[in-house]
């Protein structure tokens, strides 16, 4: 990902995006301006680090490895790239990083079709209203898990399509900068998000009210579901204002909602009973509520309700400062390894 002058200018980068005069005098005199912009545009093309533009003014910033440095091989990731960055991602240390922040980085909102009107969904958990409220531009991505997972000859089970992965605004002008994914207009958004949900991919956007991708995900391939299927508790690492319940007196045993969930969260008895769903497995993707034939399951709000912070930016700053020190990651850890809750 780095050379090891990349390297040394990425340390003087942070989380938070920096205009290019800052970064060039906090680089010398080791490196001229010049050097240092080439060094950028390096790191920026093979997707080591960020960019945005703010009042004219480039500006970058570090990139988390997912989603971030992982995603951005979004052209044609190489098979080296991938098991290294597979490898990696199976490491204790990554996991605990990963789970040791508070809000989470991500987060699940509910598909559309499971929400009824009485809901009243805030702003932030409703995907159309998330797209509608969006400026341009759109961009449409290969789902780089999808490709990791076909190199090992695992195909993925919910849908033969790449193209599902969503990117907007400031993310959206990134990626088409290093000349990768396909620009969509706003109605080819929607039309692939509705093709989503009848895959039964869920969609997980960034923890932000104005979330700058939407990632749309299945429990076989996904590197972030995957993890969450192996916690006994998924919901103490991920946010989700929705959870669902099975109305027992109306459920007819047929077992769709436990093909349709990707984390595990439902079960079926093998007595003639109803659906049972735990609460603490269950992240609120509403695939189940879509799909149910008898209408037995729906979602309700959890309470408290979490509201995210309003920008990604902001979620970062937040993430950076509740980070957990060494002991608090054995403690975490330790938890997980007993069952307990966090």
Not at 200 to 218: I, T
Not at 249 to 273: D, E, I
């Amino acid at each position: 990902m780095f050379t090891t002058e990349e390297a040394m200018v990425a340390l003087h980068l942070s989380y938070q995006p920096t205009p290019t005069d800052a970064i060039i005098e906090r680089t010398s005199p080791e490196y001229s301006a010049e050097q240092t912009g080439e060094l950028l545009n390096s790191m920026f093309r093979k997707g080591s680090v960020g960019w945005k533009e703010k009042g004219g003014v480039d500006h970058w910033y570090v990139l988390p490895m997912v989603v971030g440095m992982f995603e951005a091989q979004d052209g044609e990731p190489t098979p080296d790239f991938l098991a290294d960055a597979d490898a990696y991602m199976k490491t204790l240390g990554y996991g605990a990083s990963l789970l040791a922040v508070s809000p989470p980085q991500m987060r699940t909102i509910p598909i559309n079709q499971s929400i009824p009107v009485e809901h009243n969904v805030a702003t932030y958990d409703q995907i159309r209203t998330l797209v509608e409220e969006s400026r341009g531009p759109f961009v449409v991505l290969k789902c780089i898990c999808r490709q990791r997972m076909a190199l090992k000859r695992k195909p993925c089970k919910q849908t033969s399509r790449l193209e599902t992965c969503l990117g907007f605004r400031d993310m959206a002008a990134m990626i088409l900068r290093r000349g990768h994914g396909r620009e969509v207009t706003h109605d080819e958004v929607l039309a692939i998000l509705r093709q989503n949900e009848d895959d039964g991919l869920v969609l997980q956007p960034a923890n932000a009210q104005h979330p700058e991708f939407v990632c749309s995900c299945c429990g076989c391939c996904c590197g972030m579901l995957s993890m969450q299927k192996s916690l006994p508790h998924p919901v103490d690492f991920w946010t989700s204002n929705f959870r669902a319940e099975v109305d027992s007196a109306v459920c007819s045993h047929c077992g769709k909602c436990v093909f349709r969930c990707q984390v595990n969260a439902v079960t079926l008895p093998r007595a003639k009973g109803p659906a049972r769903i735990n609460s603490s497995r269950c992240i609120g993707c509403g695939l189940c509520v879509s799909t149910c034939p008898s209408q037995a399951v729906h979602l309700s709000k959890r309470v408290p309700e979490t509201i995210p912070p309003e920008t990604e930016e902001d979620l970062y700053a937040e993430i950076a400062a509740k980070k957990k020190g060494p002991w608090a990651r054995r403690r975490m850890l330790a938890k997980v390894v007993l069952g307990m809750r966090q």
